[in-house]
C-alpha cells in the first residue's frame, strides 16, 4: 500500500515538473503577436484542392511519408506478402524478393484479389502463413481496429513481419467513407499500445512522419513539389501526418 502511495506521488511530481518545463518553454516562445499573422493564400475555408489534391498531377505528401516508410523497411517485403485491395507497394518494393504476392480485398468482385477476407471479422483471412503484410493506408477503414490488427498478427508466421502505415492527421477521404468507411486518426501512442496487446515491446517499432506546416499543406491536397526538401523531412512528433508500425512476430509465439 505504501509503496503505491509512493509510487503514485513519484508519478504526480513527475508530471508537475513536465508542466512547469512546458509551461516554460511555451512562454519563451516568439510567436507574433495576435493580428498580425498574415493568411495569404491560406484565408479561406474550403481546401485550396480538395481529394488530397487528385488531378493537379504532384506527389502526395501523405503518400510520399508513406513510401520513406516502405523504402527503409523494404527487406521487410520477401516471401510470400499480403496486401490489401492492390500490390503496388508488395511489386514496386520486394521485387524478386517476394515468393508469392496475395491481395485481399473484403468483398467478392475485386479482379486482383486472390484473397477475399475480412479483417474486422477475419473470416476468410489465413492464419500464420504470410512473412510480410503491407497494412499501408487500411486500418483507419476499419470500425473495429483492434480486431483488424489482431487478425493481421495472427496471419503472420512466427518470425513475420507487418508494415502498417495510418493517418494520424488528415481530412475525411470521402471516397473511403463512402465505401468502407473513414474512422480514425491515430497517435503514436494508440498505435503502439495496439500492437502491444499481441507482442512485447521490443518487437513494436512506431515512427512518425510530419510537422505543422506539412501538415498545413496536406490539408489543402498541396504536392510534395510545393514544399523544399527541409520542410517535408523536418519532424516534429506532436504534428503526425503519417504514423508508421513495423512489427515482427516473435519466433516462439
Ligand atoms: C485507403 S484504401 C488503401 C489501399 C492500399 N492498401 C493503399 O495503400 O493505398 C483502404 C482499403 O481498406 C480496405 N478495407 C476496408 N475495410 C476492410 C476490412 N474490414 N477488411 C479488409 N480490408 C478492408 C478497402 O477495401 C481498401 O482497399
Request: aromatic share 8%.
Amino acid at each position: 500500500m505504501k509503496s503505491q502511495i509512493e509510487s503514485r506521488a513519484v508519478s504526480l511530481l513527475r508530471a508537475s515538473r513536465a508542466m512547469v518545463r512546458r509551461a516554460g518553454s511555451m512562454a519563451g516562445q516568439t510567436a507574433p503577436p495576435m493580428g498580425s499573422v498574415r493568411f495569404g493564400s491560406l484565408r479561406r475555408t474550403t481546401p485550396i484542392a480538395g481529394s488530397f489534391g487528385y488531378g493537379r498531377g504532384g506527389t502526395r505528401i501523405g503518400r510520399h511519408y508513406v513510401n520513406q516508410f516502405i523504402q527503409a523497411h523494404a527487406t521487410d517485403i520477401k516471401g510470400r506478402v499480403l496486401e490489401i485491395g492492390d500490390n503496388h507497394v508488395t511489386k514496386a518494393f520486394g521485387g524478386d524478393h517476394v515468393t508469392q504476392s496475395d491481395v485481399l480485398h473484403a468483398e467478392a468482385g475485386n479482379p486482383l484479389a486472390t484473397v477475399v477476407g475480412d479483417l474486422a471479422t477475419g473470416e476468410g483471412v489465413p492464419v500464420g502463413v504470410y512473412d510480410c503484410i503491407v497494412l499501408t493506408q487500411v486500418v483507419q477503414c476499419v470500425y473495429d481496429i483492434r480486431a483488424a490488427i489482431k487478425h493481421t498478427c495472427a496471419a503472420l508466421k512466427p518470425g513475420g513481419v507487418v508494415l502498417m502505415t495510418t493517418l494520424g492527421l488528415g481530412q475525411i477521404s470521402r471516397y473511403d467513407a463512402d465505401r468502407w468507411g473513414d474512422y480514425w486518426r491515430l497517435s503514436a501512442q494508440a498505435a503502439e499500445r495496439l500492437f502491444g496487446e499481441h507482442w512485447p515491446d521490443e518487437a513494436v517499432e512506431v515512427q512518425t512522419y510530419g510537422n505543422v506546416l506539412a501538415a498545413t499543406a496536406f490539408m489543402h491536397g498541396l504536392s510534395l513539389e510545393e514544399l523544399t526538401q527541409e520542410e517535408i523531412n523536418y519532424h516534429d512528433p506532436d504534428y503526425p501526418i503519417i504514423v508508421a508500425v513495423r512489427a515482427q512476430r516473435p519466433v516462439d509465439s
